[in-house]
């Protein structure tokens, strides 16, 4: 089945698009993406960046705030990131922006598995690699420094000729390592603030957007957690105002607009890799979590 869009956010269709990949403020291959500055990207920006749209990421992303926020929802959580912030996201998360302003302004860091392949992973690189992971960590100015120093570094070897890989990828590295200082610091920080429930809430979450697709009995997750369904119910819904099967049914849901807005399958065939019983019983469901069928949601400019 041929996608229709972009169902995935890689770098091979961000290299693809018709605009000039290596300029003053990016560079872009289909193994390794460096933008400097969004300034003079609006043209990919309004085509692939729809607010509402979620789009699920082929590779990972590093993405430094300079300025203004963004709003998003990433593997079904709401966060918003402002300056002087730095995300780092694994490969395989889903995205969707909610709102970017105008002021806004990143530095951004993108590469395939494929271009670390054979070169010695810090822990923080690896478990990167190995998905699931998401973080903001908020900078002080001399954390901002160091970690501008890093970016600039990485920016001006990129450009050596001939392209040399090997030192790229042992400067990533070792970015990675000096990130694992800036979260080591910011999640002692937030340990001290963090509840116990908020931190099985956290566990709870990873876990809806694995298996929500196939597991959608709360009895699976208090398992997995080791906690009895109704005290992990219980607990859900002190945290975040939603109950267990809220969450499940958005991270279905996310799965369905996914496959709706960028694959050319038929409603009856995206019932079926969502293990719904038949179409009928799949857009019943969509409707009475969206307010809309499938089809209206499709065809949604």
């Known amino acids: 089945m041929e996608q229709k869009d ?3 956010l890689a770098l091979q269709q961000i290299h693809d698009f018709p605009f000039t990949r290596c300029n003053a403020s990016r560079f872009i291959t289909p193994e390794l993406g460096f933008v400097r500055s969004v300034e003079g990207m609006d043209e990919i920006a309004e085509s692939i960046l729809i607010p509402g749209r979620p789009y699920r990421l082929t590779e990972g992303r590093i993405v430094y705030i300079q300025s203004g926020y963004i709003r998003a929802r990433i593997n079904l959580r709401e966060v918003t990131v402002s300056g002087g912030q730095l995300i780092v996201s694994s490969p395989g998360a889903v995205l969707e922006f909610e709102e970017m302003p105008a002021n806004m302004d990143v530095t951004m860091l993108a590469f395939t598995d494929d271009f670390m392949e054979g070169w010695q992973k810090e822990p ?3 478990a990167y690699l190995q ?3 998401f973080f903001a960590v908020d900078l002080d100015e001399k954390e901002r420094k160091r970690l501008e120093v890093f970016l600039d570094l990485i920016w001006e070897v990129l450009h050596d000729e001939p392209f040399p890989r090997d030192t790229v990828r042992s400067l990533i590295s070792a970015l990675f390592r ?3 200082v800036f ?5 002692a920080v937030a340990r001290q603030e963090h509840t116990r429930q908020e931190e099985i809430f956290n566990r709870f979450l990873k876990l809806v957007n694995r298996y929500a697709v196939h597991e959608r009995n709360i009895t699976f997750y208090a398992d997995e957690l080791y906690l009895s369904p109704r005290y992990l119910s219980t ?6 105002g939603r109950t267990v099967m809220d969450w499940v049914n958005a991270a279905v849901v996310q799965e ?3 496959q709706l807005r960028h694959t050319d399958k038929l409603v009856y065939q995206i019932a079926d890799d969502l293990n719904f019983p038949n179409a009928s019983f799949f857009c019943k469901f969509f409707r009475r979590i ?12």
């Open 183 to 187: 979260y080591h610091r910011d999640a």
């Open 124 to 126: 923080l690189l690896h």
């Open 256 to 258: 369905a607009k996914l």
């Open 131 to 133: 998905g699931g992971l």
């Open 6 to 8: 972009f169902f995935l």
């Open 290 to 301: 969206t307010g809309k069928t499938p089809h209206a949601y499709r065809d949604e400019d």
């Open 178 to 180: 000096q990130i694992e």
């Open 235 to 240: 607990l859900i819904k002190q945290v975040s």
